[in-house]
């Protein structure tokens, strides 16, 4: 459960940052990040871009987007690039 949180927290923080640097008004690109718990314990990240106003782009997986179970709180994570 621990785990999760830690994982939720985590999105929730980037989401609050993407949504802050950008939203619908302007020409940017609208994206939001995902999160999933695994089995075993790690949680796994992608991105997706918004393809239209009717849904949502495939979802973007970097090599490097998997959150161990046993993180350390407090430390700021970092994917892969995509």
């Known amino acids: ?6 994982g939720a ?13 950008s939203g619908p008004a ?11 718990p695994l089995e075993d314990g790690r949680v796994e990240v992608g991105l997706q871009q918004r393809a239209d106003a009717a ?9 490097a987007r998997f959150l161990r179970p046993d993180a350390a709180t ?4 970092t994917s892969s690039p995509l």
């Open 1 to 6: 459960m621990r785990r999760l949180l830690i």
């Open 9 to 21: 927290a985590l999105l929730a923080g980037v989401i609050g940052g993407v949504l802050a640097l």
């Open 26 to 36: 302007n020409d940017e690109p609208e994206v939001r990040l995902l999160a999933r």
């Open 55 to 63: 849904g949502w782009g495939e979802i973007a997986l970097p090599d």
């Open 74 to 77: 407090g430390k700021w994570r």
